[in-house]
């Protein structure tokens, strides 16, 4: 009997230990309020800098949302946004953060944040990152930083992460993933990879890694550069003729077209598609007042470069530019990747309203809130000019390969209303990794409802899709979104 007390009051000290730990948290790092939100926080928010070079001075901003549910057991997720030069906070005003947001009652006012019921900090704890610096609320004193590519931008991510664990060691045992969508198709697995490299050299701290997830994300330039074509004529958008036109013309080959007859059958295919909402074709496409006068310029989807030096840009500035994922029709080709405003020459994202966040993330009394930088050393915009990116990871393929046969789990999802990063090419790369199918194709349901479809392979791979949705899926369906990620994330069936 005295034996079985003593372990009931060990149980009890280390359950109040955990408990404990769970505010351990840097004390400066906590947000205690939020202008706009009225109420009380469901768990603990932390957010502020990592600096990742002292002698740069280049830092990253998180915001860190502890679980609603068990923070002590939930999984730490890692969420990024792509571009490249997109902030993550993206994913947490308009996607699955703790808040939605409700414009002011004035274009001066600030929004008014609401408890968001489908936000994945439900089952979830969550790091929202602003990659690479230059990005969001993530700067550098140097500015030669802003010059970067994939393996730099995964190498500094991973430590971020190992110094964001040194200073939150109470999550060091909760199984750890990365998440993010559109360019963050490279993001995601590159990190991954520098985090399996980092556990296998034994790196300080040691993460607790069990697998990534990709949403609508960039993989390879030939499966994602041929899916365009198919998908539109499969949704209607173009006609048989200009199909097998253009299919016979290009040879089926659309990504890297070599002829001017492909090129012209290719032309009459953007001009109609041009007016779409390229990120979800269901939606309406938002028109800012300045980007009005955007419209008349349209250029055709591939581009032409020029050698400046080292660098490659682009020589013909698209006005009609799409947005976060660079939806050239080799989203990934290799070398220099123009971000958005460098295409478009604009500081608005045609199709997107992003108006809320802009006057939420450079107000002051934000910032303050939430230990950033004031608007005078980094302005926050959804997709940013300031970074020189280069593609230097070639395709993703070989990533996904290695990480599935190291026994990571693995989720590809995708709006199958997306022609940014159609769905038929992340289908088609998936299949072509051999694997075994060991679920075959079929529907998935939420709420007694078909929301997708699903086709499970061999080595924990996962390829899903979600009905009527388009690029950022958590956007247009938050509830099916929290279901399958949820279940994912438990490891149960979806």
Request: net charge negative; hydrophobic share 35%; aromatic share 14%.
């Amino acid at each position: 009997m005295a034996t079985d007390k003593v372990f009931l009051c060990l149980v009890l000290v280390c359950v109040f230990l955990r408990f404990e730990l769970i505010g351990a948290a840097p004390e400066g790092a906590l947000i205690t309020e939020l202008p706009g939100f009225e109420g009380t926080f469901p768990s603990q928010h932390y957010s502020g800098y990592i600096t990742i070079d002292e002698s740069h001075g280049k830092k990253l901003f998180y915001y860190f949302v502890v679980s609603e549910r068990n923070a002590s057991n939930d999984p730490v997720v890692l969420w990024l946004n792509g571009g490249p030069g997109c902030s993550s906070f993206d994913g947490f005003v308009y996607e699955h953060g703790p808040f939605n947001f409700e414009a002011g009652s004035t274009p001066t006012s600030l929004p008014k944040l609401h408890l968001n019921p489908y936000s994945w900090s439900k089952v979830s704890n969550i790091i929202y990152l602003d990659s690479p610096a230059g990005v969001g609320l993530s700067y550098s004193r140097n500015k030669t930083d802003y010059r970067t590519g994939d393996l730099k931008t995964a190498s500094d991510t991973h430590t971020f992460l190992l110094k964001w664990f040194e200073q939150y060691p109470e999550f060091l045992s909760n199984p750890f993933f990365i998440a993010g969508e559109s360019y963050a198709g490279v993001y995601v697995p590159t990190l991954a990879s520098e985090v399996v490299k980092g556990m296998k050299k034994g790196s300080k701290p040691i993460l607790n890694f069990k697998g990534y997830m990709v949403g609508n994300g960039v993989c390879d330039n030939e499966f994602d550069g041929n899916a365009l074509v198919p998908f539109a004529h499969g949704m209607g958008l173009i006609s048989d003729e200009f199909y097998e036109e253009a299919k016979n013309a290009c040879n089926g080959s659309y990504w890297n077209s070599a002829t001017a007859i492909c090129e012209e059958k290719l032309e009459k295919i953007d001009k109609a598609i041009a007016d779409l909402n390229i990120y979800n074709i269901l939606e309406p496409c938002y028109h800012s007042p300045e980007a009005a006068d955007e419209a008349a310029g349209n250029i055709r989807l591939p581009y032409s470069f020029r050698k400046l030096g080292e660098t490659e840009k682009p020589l013909a500035v698209r006005k009609r530019m799409f947005g976060r994922a660079w939806p050239l029709r080799a989203p990934i080709r290799d070398g220099y990747v123009p971000t958005w405003p460098q295409l478009m020459d604009s500081g608005n994202v045609p199709c997107t309203d992003d108006e809320v966040a802009t006057s939420w993330l450079n107000n002051e009394e934000v910032r303050k809130a939430i230990h950033a930088e004031e608007v005078s050393v980094v302005t926050w915009e959804l997709c940013t000019g300031k970074i020189e990116y280069f593609h230097d990871a070639g395709s993703m393929i070989k990533y996904h390969k290695s990480l599935t046969a190291g026994g990571y789990r693995s989720l590809i999802f995708s709006g199958d209303h997306d022609m940014c990063i159609p769905f038929t090419g992340t289908e088609a790369w998936t299949k072509s990794l051999g694997y075994e199918i060991v679920d075959e194709w079929r529907p998935w349901t939420f709420n007694e409802q078909v929301a997708g479809y699903i086709q499970g392979y061999d080595k924990n791979l996962t390829f899903l899709t979600i009905k009527g949705s388009g690029h950022t899926v958590p956007e247009y369906k938050p509830q099916e979104a929290l279901a399958f990620y949820s279940r994912w994330l438990e490891g149960e069936t979806i």
